[in-house]
C-alpha cells in the first residue's frame, strides 16, 4: 500500500521545505505535520527533541507513510541519528526517516571559494556541532564557523521578520559571525525559518557572500534519494495532494502558514502521543 511522504518541523519551518518538494516532485502525495504546539524546539534539551521528534515519526508511520523527511534542523541535529540506529530497526524497519543537515553539508563547500563558511541556525544545532561533523566527510579542509540565532525564530514566528525590529537581531548576528572570520563567503541558512529573513539578511551581507537556502538542495537529494530506492519510491503514493496538520489551534496554522508556503492552505489540528 502506498501513501504520502511525511514532512516534519517544529511548527512552520518545514514549509520552506515543502514548497521546494512540491515544486521538483508535484507528482507525490505530502502530509505535513507541524508541532506548534511545543514549538519552539531550538532551546530545548536533546532528549526533549528526541522525545518529540520520535512521537511525531510514529505518528506519521499510523498515517501509513514509509519515508519522512525530518524538515527541520534541530530534530535532524538532536534526533534523527537516535531514530535511525535505535528506533527504526524495532518499530519499522522498511521505514525511512530522513532529514536535512547531510544533504545541506553534501554540498555546501561548493559555494565557497575562500575555504571559510558560515552556519546560521538554532542553538540546538550549533551546540550539537551536527555541522561541522557532516561537513567534515564531505570538504575535511572547510573552515566551518557557526553562529547561534536566538532570536529569529520568535521574531519569524510573530510576523515582524519583515518590520523593522528585525534588523538589529539580524545585523547582531551577522556582525557576530563576521567577528569569527572576515574570509566567509557562503552562509546556510541552517533553519528551516530563516529564509523569512533572506531578504533583509542579504541586505546586511558584505558583496559577494552567498547566501544559501536549503528547500532546493533538499529537494534535489530528495528526488535523486528516490531514483536510487525504488523500494521506497514505490510505497510513496503519487496523486499530488497536500494535508496539513497541526499540534496546536488549526485556524492560527492557516493564518501563518502562507508566509512559510506561499499560498493559502487549510489545516487539521491533531494530538500526538
Ligand atoms: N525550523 C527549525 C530548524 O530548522 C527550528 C525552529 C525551532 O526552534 O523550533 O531548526
Known amino acids: 500500500m502506498s501513501a504520502p ?4 518541523d517544529s511548527g512552520y ?13 508535484p507528482q507525490y502525495d505530502y502530509i505535513y505535520l507541524g508541532d506548534n504546539a ?10 526533549t527533541v528526541y ?6 515519526v510514529k505518528w506519521f508511520f499510523d498515517q501509513g507513510c514509509s519515508l519522512v523527511i525530518l524538515a527541520c534542523n534541530t530534530a535532524s541535529a538532536k534526533a534523527l541519528r537516535n531514530i535511525q540506529q ?20 553534501e554540498v555546501l563547500g561548493n559555494y565557497s571559494k575562500s575555504g571559510h563558511v558560515g552556519i546560521m541556525a538554532t542553538v540546538g544545532t550549533v551546540q550539537s556541532d551536527s555541522y561541522i561533523l557532516e561537513l567534515a566527510k564531505f570538504f575535511p579542509s572547510l573552515q566551518v564557523h557557526q553562529q547561534a540565532c536566538p532570536m529569529w525564530v520568535p521574531l519569524i514566528e ?14 547582531a548576528y551577522l556582525d557576530h559571525l563576521f567577528s ?6 557562503a552562509i546556510l541558512l541552517a533553519c528551516t525559518h530563516y529564509p523569512l529573513l533572506e531578504a533583509k539578511i542579504r541586505s546586511y551581507l558584505p558583496e559577494g557572500v552567498k547566501l ?13 534519494y528516490l531514483d536510487n530506492h525504488r523500494e521506497i519510491a514505490n510505497k510513496c503514493s503519487q496523486n499530488g495532494t497536500l494535508s496539513f496538520y497541526t499540534t496546536d489551534n488549526a485556524q492560527t496554522f492557516e493564518k501563518q502558514a502562507s508566509a512559510f508556503f506561499g499560498q493559502k492552505i487549510e489545516a487539521k489540528h491533531t494530538d500526538l502521543a
Open 38 to 47: 511545543r514549538a519552539p524546539y531550538g532551546t530545548r534539551s536533546f532528549e
Open 158 to 171: 510573530n510576523g515582524e521578520y519583515d518590520k523593522p525590529g528585525a534588523d538589529y537581531f539580524v545585523k
Open 86 to 105: 535505535l528506533d527504526l530497526p524495532h518499530i519499522a524497519p522498511d521505514k525511512r526517516v530522513l532529514g536535512v543537515i547531510r544533504p545541506s553539508s
Open 180 to 185: 569569527q572570520s572576515k574570509d566567509i563567503d
Open 212 to 224: 544559501v537556502a536549503q528547500g532546493q538542495i533538499v529537494a534535489e537529494s530528495l528526488a535523486q
Open 5 to 8: 511522504i511525511g514532512v516534519f
Open 13 to 25: 519551518g518545514g514549509l520552506t521545505i515543502l514548497k521546494e518538494l512540491k515544486k521538483q516532485l
Open 51 to 56: 522525545e518529540y521528534t520520535l512521537e511525531a
